[in-house]
């Protein structure tokens, strides 16, 4: 698959490893006129090429970037991997959230795009093939679109994670918070290494 990843940050460069290792085709999109090691272009460029996109920028820019290539993402499915956090107090919280949410903003900047919410609930290092002694971690999503949500959860199946799908776009609701969790948690412990898995009896 040609996948667009746009942000060439520690999220961007890990998605980009992990996907290549995994036979896709890989373009990052970034403002970096060069980027060792990876295929570059412009945002829109790379999302105009893709036949699925990654927003893996922060989250205080997803807004902003997103609506600078809505017409390249128009009919895609766009993987959401952002978080609306602010640090700015010392102590983690969220620049938007119960009523609204960062993924639905995005889906708002880029009406024709399909969003789905992943991969925000989990550290850059294992994003792909996560290898921890308790089996696989759950991947939870979100969005409207089910196809999009189908071609997203293959995705992730293929590259080592379980998926519990939550519903529409507005559960980025739930799953932004969920991310403070795991922020908290690696804060407390020293353990960036971790991630959620959900247990059925």
């Known amino acids: 698959m040609r996948i667009g990843i746009v942000g060439s940050g520690v999220v961007?460069?890990?998605?980009?490893?992990?996907?290549?290792?995994h036979g896709h085709q890989i373009r990052v999109g970034t403002r970096k006129p060069q980027l060792e090691g990876f295929s570059a272009g412009s945002p829109a460029e790379v999302a105009e090429?893709?036949?699925?996109?990654?927003?893996?920028?922060?989250?205080?820019?997803?807004?902003?970037?997103?609506?600078s290539m809505a017409p390249q993402l128009n009919r895609k499915v766009l993987i959401d991997a952002?978080?609306?956090l602010d640090f700015s107090s010392g102590a983690p919280r969220l620049f938007v959230g119960h009523t609204n949410s960062l993924g639905e903003q995005v889906q708002a900047a880029a009406p024709g795009a399909k969003v789905v919410k992943a991969y925000n609930t989990v550290g850059n290092t294992l994003m792909v093939d996560p290898q921890l002694p308790d089996g696989p971690p759950t991947m939870f999503i979100g969005g409207n679109d089910q196809p999009a949500k189908d071609t997203a959860t293959e995705l992730l199946q293929d590259t080592g994670w379980e998926v519990v799908d939550l519903g529409g776009i507005h559960t980025?609701?739930?799953?932004?918070?969920?991310?403070?969790?795991?922020?908290?948690?690696?804060?407390?412990?020293?353990?960036?290494?971790?991630?959620?898995?959900l247990l059925r009896g």
């Not at 980025?172 to 960036?192: C, D, H, I, K, Q």
Request: proline residues 3%.
């Open 49 to 67: 090429e893709a036949e699925l996109v990654v927003l893996a920028v922060a989250g205080s820019a997803a807004v902003e970037v997103v609506t």
């Open 172 to 197: 980025s609701r739930y799953l932004e918070p969920l991310a403070l969790v795991w922020v908290v948690s690696a804060m407390s412990t020293g353990n960036f290494h971790s991630a959620f898995r």
């Open 12 to 21: 961007g460069q890990a998605l980009a490893r992990g996907y290549t290792a």
């Open 82 to 84: 952002t978080n609306p």
